[in-house]
């Protein structure tokens, strides 16, 4: 919950095989923290789960795999099962993807995940377009990412406690 006068504290986590999904993330940081967030960004590898407590939004990103989340990324939301003080979190999905509807989607994974551990979905899951597996990705999609971080920073900085929303 927010305190007056005090930064509110994300953490953005992702997996990310040839670098784009950390690109978003890093993206999606940077506008977080235009909007007064306090941000730390991990990738999955580097975190131990039960520091996402401390965080008052955790936005998790993964590619899109064989459909669906990364299966390190399917391994880590695994982990987050049975933290109870997960519950009430807010909570933020993205992915990186091909375009098209037949693509699948990480995000949709990693958002149900959220969902189900009790989190409160801040924005609805974003998908950021890839050209192919390696990159680059398509145009205006950082910019795109660093924008949402911004309109969901301010929208949480407005809002100082859930109550009011
Ligand atoms: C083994 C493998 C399977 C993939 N399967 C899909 C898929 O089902 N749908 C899709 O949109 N992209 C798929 N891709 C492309 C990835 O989404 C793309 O590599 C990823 O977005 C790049 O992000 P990264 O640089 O963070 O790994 C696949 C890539 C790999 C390597």
């Given at each position: 919950m927010n305190e007056p006068g005090k930064a509110q504290r994300a953490i953005v986590v992702f997996d990310s095989k040839f670098g784009n999904t950390g690109q978003i993330a890093k993206s999606f940081a940077g506008g977080l923290q235009r909007a007064g967030f306090n941000v730390d960004v991990f990738n999955?590898?580097?975190?131990?789960?039960?520091?996402?407590?401390?965080?008052d939004l955790i936005a998790i990103g993964a590619p899109t795999q064989a459909f669906t989340a990364s299966k390190p990324m399917k391994d880590f939301l695994a982990k987050?099962?049975?933290?109870?003080?997960?519950?009430?979190k807010r909570g933020f999905a993205f992915d990186t993807k091909f375009a098209g509807?037949?693509?699948?989607?990480?995000s949709k994974y990693i958002e149900g995940r959220l969902s189900k551990l009790?989190?409160?979905?801040?924005r609805p899951r974003q998908s950021a377009i890839v050209k192919k597996s390696e990159g680059p990705l398509e145009q205006g999609e950082p910019e795109t990412f660093d924008r949402i971080g911004f309109e969901i920073g301010t929208s949480l900085t407005k809002t100082s406690t859930k109550g009011l929303r």
């Amino acid at each position: 919950m927010n305190e007056p006068g005090k930064a509110q504290r994300a953490i953005v986590v992702f997996d990310s095989k040839f670098g784009n999904t950390g690109q978003i993330a890093k993206s999606f940081a940077g506008g977080l923290q235009r909007a007064g967030f306090n941000v730390d960004v991990f990738n999955m590898r580097d975190v131990t789960v039960g520091t996402l407590v401390d965080y008052d939004l955790i936005a998790i990103g993964a590619p899109t795999q064989a459909f669906t989340a990364s299966k390190p990324m399917k391994d880590f939301l695994a982990k987050l099962e049975g933290i109870e003080a997960l519950k009430g979190k807010r909570g933020f999905a993205f992915d990186t993807k091909f375009a098209g509807r037949l693509s699948g989607s990480a995000s949709k994974y990693i958002e149900g995940r959220l969902s189900k551990l009790g989190m409160e979905i801040v924005r609805p899951r974003q998908s950021a377009i890839v050209k192919k597996s390696e990159g680059p990705l398509e145009q205006g999609e950082p910019e795109t990412f660093d924008r949402i971080g911004f309109e969901i920073g301010t929208s949480l900085t407005k809002t100082s406690t859930k109550g009011l929303r």
